[in-house]
């Protein structure tokens, strides 16, 4: 079943020119594939294999620890080979003409542990340029659970640090509440008190953190931070 293999990771080099590394891939897929069907599906053709064939290897595949995105690998290596297969000598059928690709797995994004974050915020000196805004910040963003889009547009006139809360508009121009707690309420009257005023310029608006030119910050900050 090797020689087959062989002639289409030429057509690979020569008429896609598709990367050595590319080729490597594949070549690993169709060859474990090839030796898995010399088992599992007698008398050993490509031309015999069915598509439940296919299926079957890829669970096999699976149900051996490989990860979804190395299945989906072989998964498409099937899937082009066999193409080749039945375009270079005319089979009637496809077996991997309607194979369903593996999804990709989705991972939770990672969370810092409380001390982690406590840790963060601490790391900034209320004493350095804008440590106080950065401060104030990391503990709203802490505190309140906010998209950082959502707090570069929070305004002066929306926020009740003696209530503690903030009036936000988020995604669809919904407002809701947003109850803030005591270390943030802290941070960023520090911050209005002490160091806003000397932000402040011309063409200053109504949001609450600055910019070192007075400006609104943007999403991602970047060099007007």
Request: hydrophobic residues 35%.
């Amino acid at each position: 079943m090797c020689a087959p293999i062989e002639e289409f990771l030429m057509y690979l080099a020569t008429e896609r020119g598709l990367s050595e590394s590319y080729q490597l891939l594949v070549q690993r897929a169709l060859e474990t594939f090839a030796r898995w069907c010399e088992t599992h599906t007698p008398p050993h053709t490509w031309e015999s294999i069915e598509p439940q064939d296919i299926t079957d290897f890829l669970m096999h595949r699976k149900r051996s620890g490989l990860q979804a995105s190395s299945v989906r690998i072989d998964a498409v290596a099937a899937r082009i080979f066999f193409r080749f297969l039945v375009a270079r000598r005319g089979w009637k059928s496809n077996p991997a003409e309607t194979l369903a690709l593996p999804r990709p797995e989705k991972h939770l994004p990672e969370t810092l542990h409380e001390s982690d974050v406590r840790r963060l915020i601490d790391s900034v000196g209320t004493g350095d340029p804008l440590g106080l805004r950065d401060r104030a910040m990391l503990e709203l963003l802490y505190s309140s659970g906010l998209r950082v889009s959502e707090l570069c547009d929070a305004r002066l006139e929306n926020i009740d640090l003696d209530a503690r809360f903030i009036r936000i508009t988020g995604k669809g121009g919904k407002t809701r509440l947003v109850p803030l707690g005591k270390p943030a309420c802290k941070a960023i009257q520090a911050y209005l008190d002490r160091e806003r005023p000397t932000l402040v310029s011309k063409k200053t608006g109504g949001e609450i953190f600055l910019s070192i030119r007075g400006k609104k910050l943007t999403t991602p900050a970047s060099a007007n931070c």
